[in-house]
């Protein structure tokens, strides 16, 4: 077995290992029965936490390899990034984990970063030579330091879901109720996501077109789910598969469009049967599970994840940033998309300890913020990469 | 006039305190009606919040106040992101102002020419995007003086001894007598276990302070000069001499003065190109990429005048230094340093022809023009030359029955010759051009064949100095220091004191991390004894949850 | 009543210090291209160029001190720079005498097409190359063609860009004229 393939299967291990672990944080949620109920979720919640080290380890040996491997830290295209943001995730929910010795952050940490990962694995894995500007070891420092900042950061989102499903009333109509059934939402969209892509693939689906793009160039691109929407003045080349069913203009890359489209059906018709099979809304179902949490030491796991996350963020997305963008471009700032949005990034979190040490938003205010400075994270992640062109974009 | 608010201790104290500055007291009705005191500035008076008169203190207090600087930092967010929505000018590839409108236009439609002509093509140097990094900085200044210095004044001139309705107002209390052994000794171990705990411990009498990592109630304000001082580091960039930013384009072979760096001048040895011989990855197909580049690099020399020389001499250059300028290698000299931006491939260099005669196809002899050099004439031996009668670079056409050359770049070049051979000894004259021959007297025995070309490439560069740079990093790690400050540690007070019957009165606070505080007292509570502390907060909540749970089993 | 007042006079300065960084950084920003182009006004820059023709002649900007200078900046593909020429040539036969010099300095071609180009034309007055750009970057130039004007103080009188016709030319070299002593 060569390198590149023990670092595969490592990755697969990890994934094994979350997925075990977020049932065995399933089992540790404590409920107020009897009969040494607390004893025995004490004793899954160690052994999920032994699971978890286990899997972050054969992660951390994925990382490794293929470092060594490719030469360079494996943090330089979109599955990369992704897989090790799910690791830093990972690393970063163990770290508060063993401050805490919080159970629960497991059962909603873990799954995230099985998402992400997931969501990583639908990009393509293999080895990409490194471009001219990304030769420097600013790579490794700026990136992993930024990705580091994140996850912490992300954990404080992870403390505010688990807050306001507790404190979100799924009895009462509300526009809290509203917006987390939305989160929640939006994280089977990812499934969604997922399955479409892991089908398609499956049924080894490929239609090939022509178009123009901007620029007024003929290009050839390769569809790898029925083609919705068609490229700018796109010719079908693969027979027997479905034509475009509307074109676009060159300004939007319609092949994206249509994965999000077949995202977006896949992820709302599993919502919809789970509300159908469930006849509850998914809020409903894990409200119960967190009834026990100290909503309290939540709150300051939030705060305290913005505390250890923003000057790692600080550093990383923004210090050396501005350093490595110095030393290659002779400028520390470009106003490009992703740093723009690094930028925001930082804003909205200084704005959220503003408000949080002078404006006493503690509580469910500071979850939502924790969940609304998640979403910016995400969307520099995924919108800023794959629709904003610019210097960082990786696919 | 200066209104006071004299305490109960007697102790003055300036308008808007909250809390005596020397007792603790509680002075405002706001407070003395909460449960738990509002501790988030010691109950300082915050200075803009004292007085409301003059224009000049009106605006003051606009810029100290948090609400403004959260909505400024916001204002500033949406207005960030605003620019990324279309690609910004720079990185539009065109160059005049008629260029980028259409660009805009027939790339992102209506949109994008409304984005064009509301200038958020180009946000982040219009006025009023600076104007709000601006109000921003002025607001980290004002707020920053505004509470820093009172903080200060107030955390140094703390009391030992606390009233008692300070002491009960804490989150964190515990009041009532020890639980075990000698009352007498408790004070005297409180001070020990905290000493242990690092604690800086003062005793007054029957009161004790312990007070652990006060100076991270400085951290945010040492970033926030930290921030300060980065702003005051962009803007110094504007101030002739402190920022150069020039681009240059230099042909391999050739020596051209460098922009903005006076006496400089740069040869392009060569530019090399290295393209990663991977196996083509998924990514690349999908992307229409061939090849990814491995290398840009420019090898280069580095020249200086001699110190008295003008601009134009250029004879007796001086060699500083040869360095290969790759991406993210840039050259560096005296504050200058010389990047890798951009490249041109294979510009004519030389074209070769050989002088044919066209009936027999006779070679009589090859000339190779170098464009970067014409000569008048190519012998090729006594009796059969070549005369150069035109070079024009660029043709683009006759005018007047002159040929014309659009730029001064070989993009097409174009040639008459006069052709001298031993059969034709007057000469023949001869129109070459790039797929075009012209021979204006009539029918030539001989003509200039083509051969083939060499070719050399090009090099952009680009020269920055930026003298700011050290200030920005000094910022940044100003910055740092104070975030890391601010963020990893807490401040945490301790009061304790024992009343006249033995029994103990405590308080505690942390700016942050309550967690790590009860750990403290939960040592210290064992270690003397002391009756146990409760989270006021947590208390509250908990019985809120009760009733609230009863409700359901309605 | 005093501390109060120095208090807002202290607020006031910082106030209006901090009110003119941001006037100065706005202002300076949109005007940032205008401050560093050489201005009329200025010492004009001294440097040195070889002839087209002689090599050892060499043409340096201080040894004309005392006499006006018409320095012209053109390309063999510049169509006004073309136009202006022959204009240029007949003036420079009226204001040589009165102690104005030309100098038509080409944008670092080859020699031959400067030769000719300039024996096409049939003009006469100095001309130089400016192999290395470097007199072209220190006068800013961008735009061809390119006139500066200098007095006999060594000044700039005045920047042209673009065609000039001959009455321009004329008047242009009248009034870097030397006072007839």
């Known amino acids: 077995m060569n390198l590149i393939d023990l670092s595969g299967n490592l990755l697969f291990v990890a994934f094994i290992a979350y997925l075990i672990g977020t049932f065995l944080f399933g089992g540790a949620i404590k409920t107020s029965k009897p009969d040494g109920a607390e004893k025995r979720a004490n004793t899954w919640g160690k052994l999920a936490i032994i699971v978890t080290i286990i899997g972050f380890l054969a992660q951390l040996g994925y990382f490794i390899t293929r470092w060594i491997h490719t030469g360079h830290a494996p943090v330089s295209n979109m599955f990369e990034f992704t897989t090790a943001f799910g690791m830093f995730i990972i690393g970063a929910f163990i770290l508060i984990y063993y401050m805490y010795r919080l159970s629960v952050l497991g059962l909603v940490a873990l799954p995230i970063a099985l998402l992400i990962i997931a969501y990583a694995a639908m990009f393509p894995n293999e080895v990409t030579p490194l471009v001219p500007s990304l030769q420097s070891y600013w790579l490794t420092i700026h990136v992993i330091t930024a990705a580091l900042g994140q996850s912490v950061l992300a954990i404080s989102a992870v403390a505010g879901l688990i807050y306001l499903l507790k404190a979100v009333d799924p009895k009462v109509k509300s526009k809290g109720r509203f917006w987390l059934e939305a989160v929640l939402y939006f994280m089977v969209l990812v499934i969604g996501f997922v399955a479409v892509t892991v089908i398609f693939r499956g049924m080894g689906y490929e239609a090939a077109f022509t178009y123009v793009d901007k620029n007024g160039a003929q290009q050839e691109i390769i569809y790898n789910m029925p083609a919705v929407f068609g490229m700018n003045e796109s010719e079908l080349l693969t027979d027997n598969v479905m034509e475009p069913l509307a074109e676009m203009p060159p300004v939007i890359n319609a092949k994206k469009l249509t994965v999000v489209f077949w995202s977006f059906i896949a992820g709302s018709i599993l919502y919809l049967l789970i509300r159908l099979v469930t006849r509850r809304r998914i809020l409903a179902m894990l409200h119960p599970l967190v009834q026990k949490v100290n909503l309290n030491l939540l709150d300051e796991i939030g705060y305290r994840s913005v505390l250890i996350g923003f000057p790692i963020f600080s550093l990383g997305a923004l210090v050396f940033a501005m350093i490595w963008a110095q030393e290659a471009w002779g400028r520390f700032w470009g106003w490009d998309p992703k740093e723009v949005w690094a930028l925001i990034t930082w804003l909205f979190y200084a704005a959220f300890l503003h408000l949080r040490l002078s404006k006493g938003w503690e509580g469910k205010k500071s979850a939502w913020l924790a969940l609304i400075g998640f979403a910016i994270i995400l969307f520099n992640l995924i919108v800023v990469n794959l629709v904003i062109a610019g210097l960082h974009s990786y696919a | ?554 | 009543m005093d501390k109060k007042k120095k208090r807002s006079i202290t607020r006031g300065i910082i106030l209006v210090v901090l009110l003119a960084a941001i006037v100065y950084t706005v202002y300076s920003s949109a005007t940032k291209e205008e401050v560093e182009v050489l201005q009329v006004g200025d010492v004009a820059p001294d440097f040195e160029l070889v002839d087209l023709y002689d090599s050892n002649l060499k043409h340096r900007l201080s040894d004309y001190e005392g006499k006006g200078i018409f320095l012209n900046f053109w390309g063999t593909w510049c169509e006004p720079c073309k136009k202006e020429m022959p204009a240029m040539s007949n003036q420079y036969a009226i204001y040589k005498e009165q102690g104005v010099e030309v100098l038509a300095v080409n944008i670092a071609q080859t020699e031959f097409e400067v030769k000719s180009f300039i024996e096409g034309l049939g003009v006469h007055f100095p001309v130089a190359i400016d192999e290395t750009k470097d007199v072209m970057t220190t006068y800013n130039v961008t735009l061809l063609p390119a006139t500066i004007l200098i007095n006999p103080e060594g000044k700039v009188e005045k920047i042209i860009t673009g065609e000039m016709n001959e009455t321009q030319i004329a008047s242009y070299m009248e009034s870097i004229k030397p006072e007839q002593e």
């Open chain 2, 1 to 554: 006039m200066m209104e006071k608010i004299i305490c109960a201790c007697g102790h003055e104290n300036p308008q808007g305190t909250k809390l005596c500055e020397k007792c603790g007291r509680p002075l405002t009705e706001e407070e003395k009606d909460r449960k738990i005191v509002d501790m988030r500035y010691d109950g300082i008076a915050i200075r803009s919040k004292t007085r409301n008169k003059s224009i000049i203190d009106k605006i003051w207090n606009f810029f100290s106040s948090v609400k403004v600087g959260v909505s400024l930092i916001i204002i500033n967010l949406v207005a960030a992101s605003i620019g990324t929505i279309f690609p910004q000018e720079f990185y539009v590839g065109v160059a005049t102002e008629a260029e980028r409108a259409i660009y805009y236009e027939e790339t992102y439609g209506s949109l994008g020419k409304l984005y064009y002509q509301l200038g958020l093509s180009d946000v982040y140097s219009s006025w009023w995007f600076q104007i709000l990094v601006g109000l921003l900085g002025i607001s980290i200044i004002i707020a920053s003086l505004d509470r820093g210095i009172p903080l200060h004044k107030s955390l140094k001139n703390q009391r030992v001894k606390r009233h008692e309705s300070f002491m009960k107002r804490q989150r964190v209390v515990a009041a009532g007598p020890v639980t075990e052994g000698d009352s007498s000794k408790t004070l005297d171990l409180v001070e020990e276990q905290m000493k242990k705990l690092k604690y800086n411990v003062r005793r007054e009498g029957n009161a004790i302070l312990a007070e652990r990592g006060r100076f991270a109630r400085y951290g945010p304000y040492i970033n926030h000069v930290g921030l300060i001082v980065f702003l005051l580091g962009v803007m110094l960039r504007l101030l002739p001499g402190f920022y150069v930013d020039e681009s240059i384009w230099v042909r391999e072979g050739e020596t051209r003065t460098i922009p903005g760096m006076d006496g400089y001048f740069i040869k392009n040895e060569k530019f090399i190109l290295e393209m990663h011989d991977n196996e083509k990855t998924e990514a690349q197909i999908q992307q229409g990429v061939n090849a990814v580049a491995k290398n840009y690099q420019t090898n280069v020399k580095l020249y200086k005048q001699p110190e008295d020389a003008i601009p134009g001499q250029t004879d007796n250059l001086e060699l500083v230094k040869e360095y290969s300028i790759r991406v993210n290698h840039p050259l560096q000299h005296e504050g200058y340093s010389l990047y890798q931006m951009d490249f041109r491939l294979n510009e004519l260099k030389a074209m070769n022809f050989s002088l044919t005669n066209k009936a027999t196809g006779e070679e009589l002899g090859d000339v190779s023009v170098d464009l970067t050099n014409p000569q008048n004439e190519y012998v090729i031996n006594e009796q059969t030359k070549v005369s150069l009668l035109g070079y024009y670079p660029d043709f683009s056409g006759f005018k007047d029955g002159e040929p014309q050359t659009a730029t001064s770049t070989p993009n097409n070049p174009a040639f008459i010759f006069k052709m001298t051979t031993p059969e034709q000894p007057d000469g023949e004259v001869s129109f070459v051009a790039i797929k075009q021959t012209i021979e204006p007297n009539g029918d030539n025995a001989y003509k200039m064949k083509f051969k083939g070309v060499e070719t050399r490439n090009m090099s952009g560069l680009t020269v920055h100095k930026d003298r700011t740079i050290p200030i920005l990093f000094i910022g940044g790690m100003i910055f740092m220091l104070g975030v890391a400050i601010g963020s990893y540690w807490n401040h945490r007070r301790i009061w304790v004191e024992q009343l006249q019957d033995g029994s103990i009165r405590l308080a505690a606070h942390a700016n942050k991390n309550w967690f790590n505080i009860k750990k403290d007292l939960n040592t210290i509570t064992e270690y003397a004894h002391l009756p146990q502390f409760i989270d006021q907060v947590e208390k509250e909540e908990e019985e809120g949850q009760k009733e609230k749970e009863g409700d359901n089993t309605l």
